[in-house]
């Protein structure tokens, strides 16, 4: 089937202002994940799904972020407040993995949401 | 706990070298190790990985990662460069930590192939 999609592409917007960002992950996925890519910083992690919990916020840099996932399966990432350090590429993955067991874990990684804060 | 590190964020090699992007990790339950690979304006996408069995594991585009546990190492090589390996490897570690899967990823090395 398709694989993981993001939206927007391109997101800019002005500082102060919210913004969502969407991910669509690969159908029966049941875990995703929230990475953010900054110039010279590599892969930030943000936050992860197990399904609609998560287990894992410690990447969430400050309470302006937060997610959400429903239904197992979209899941919107909400920056409140945006703030120009917030401009970066915003990368959703999802891989095919039982809670607690070892999985091969391969994520596949959709293409991104590129936000730039003026 | 766990940790990737890979030792130079940008590696050059001329067209038909051997390429050698170093990737160390450190982790408390034995791990899965994964190389992915992002080429400009593209997404990342899994280039190798090891779980378990054999621990040299081939790749696609004639890449090849060998775990040693000793050294706690799993080094990407490639025995000659082509132009269209230009790209940023990014070595990432995945295990068991609070009950679930935790994937942790390096910095990123940039590759540079010269002519």
């Known amino acids: 089937g398709a694989g993981v999609s993001q939206s927007p592409s391109n997101k800019v917007t002005e500082k102060g202002k919210d913004v969502e960002l969407r991910c669509d992950p690969i159908?029966?996925?049941?875990?995703l994940y929230w990475y953010r890519q900054s110039l010279g910083q590599g892969l930030e992690f943000l936050i992860y799904?197990?399904?609609?919990?998560?287990?894992?916020k410690s990447g969430l840099p400050s309470d302006r972020f937060s997610a959400e996932r429903t239904g197992g399966s979209v899941s919107t990432l909400t920056i409140q407040r945006t703030q120009q350090e917030d401009s970066a590429v915003y990368l959703c993955?999802?891989?095919?993995?039982?809670f607690g067991r070892g999985g091969t874990d391969t994520q596949y990684f959709g293409p991104g949401t590129r936000l730039t804060v003026l | 706990a766990q940790s990737v590190t890979q030792l130079g964020s940008h590696v050059s090699v001329s067209e038909g070298a051997l390429v050698l992007l170093r990737c160390n990790y450190s982790?408390?339950?034995?791990?899965?190790l994964f190389w992915y690979v992002q080429y400009p304006n593209q997404g990342l996408q899994l280039l190798l990985k090891?779980?378990?069995?054999?621990?040299l594991v081939k790749g696609i585009t004639g890449f090849e990662a060998e775990l040693k546990k000793s050294e706690t190492s799993f080094h990407l090589t490639k025995p000659s460069a082509h132009m269209s390996d230009a790209a940023e490897y990014f070595c990432?570690?995945?295990?068991?930590?609070?009950?679930?899967?935790?994937?942790?990823f390096g910095i990123g090395t940039k590759l540079q192939v010269i002519p």
């Open positions: 993955a999802s891989s095919l993995i039982a």
């Open positions: 159908s029966g996925h049941t875990a």
């Open positions: 799904f197990q399904g609609n919990s998560a287990p894992d």
């Open positions: 982790s408390s339950v034995p791990p899965y």
């Open positions: 090891y779980t378990t069995g054999a621990t």
């Open positions: 990432a570690v995945s295990a068991l930590s609070g009950g679930y899967q935790k994937v942790t």
